[in-house]
């Protein structure tokens, strides 16, 4: 058999372990320099189309790692994909850091009611948005869609047609969240009579709880 032949195969421990370790520094490199949760199907296309279940092996490896030895990151599943972000226990020194003026980003108080509104109420119509909440949301729905944080997600049952909105990806990426199923459980947000009995259509099938894209309406 030719030299370099079936080299994989005939490698030795050291060999092999070194193999495993520069798969696992890949990853971690890839984790780092993302500003966005990463799908593993991203991180196949890189590492040639390595098995699905290797790159979420060394994922979980890395993510024990970092736990056990109380690193100052951590990796975690956020939307369907993993991010590597700061332990939320140096929360304090983080602040301390970058003390300054608030965020553009940051969410007004409106901004996050009516959000929180779609998040555990969703799917609702714009005028089920502004029962709840007594006053007009056409900005703040704006602002939320500018933002990708939420979605139309398909047509009510009623006359006109109203849209009715959803929380997205973006939504997730943005709070953190692995899936619809974490958000904190709180009483739900009371519906009047004539809304409770309203009919809804479903939004389009999600796989994973993960938000897809915007259903598309005439």
Excluded at 31 to 54: G, T
Excluded at 104 to 123: F, G, H, N, V
């Amino acid at each position: 058999m030719p030299a370099g032949d079936n080299m994989e195969e005939n490698a030795g421990p050291v060999e092999n372990a070194r193999m495993d370790d520069n798969i696992k520094a890949v990853v971690e490199a890839l984790l780092f320099s993302s500003e966005k949760p990463l799908m593993v199907d991203q991180i196949r296309k890189v590492l040639d189309n390595l098995a699905a279940d290797q790159i979420k092996e060394k994922i979980l490896e890395l993510k024990d790692e970092y736990e056990r030895s109380n690193r100052g990151m951590r990796i975690y599943e956020v939307a369907g994909g993993y991010q590597m972000i700061t332990s939320p226990v140096f929360a304090t020194f983080l602040r301390k850091l970058y003390k300054g003026p608030q965020s553009a980003d940051k969410l007004s108080k409106p901004a996050l009611e009516t959000l929180a509104i779609i998040a555990y109420k969703q799917p609702l119509s714009k005028l089920e948005i502004e029962s709840l909440r007594k006053v007009n949301v056409d900005g703040v729905i704006a602002t939320l869609m500018e933002k990708n944080l939420i979605r139309i997600t398909g047509r009510k049952k009623a006359p006109g047609r109203p849209k009715v909105y959803g929380t997205s990806r973006e939504f997730l990426e943005y709070f953190g969240l692995k899936s619809l199923e974490e958000l904190p459980k709180i009483d739900n947000f009371p519906l009047p009579q004539e809304l409770q009995e309203s009919q809804l259509e479903p939004p389009k099938k999600e796989e994973n709880n993960v938000p897809g894209e915007a259903a598309q309406t005439n």
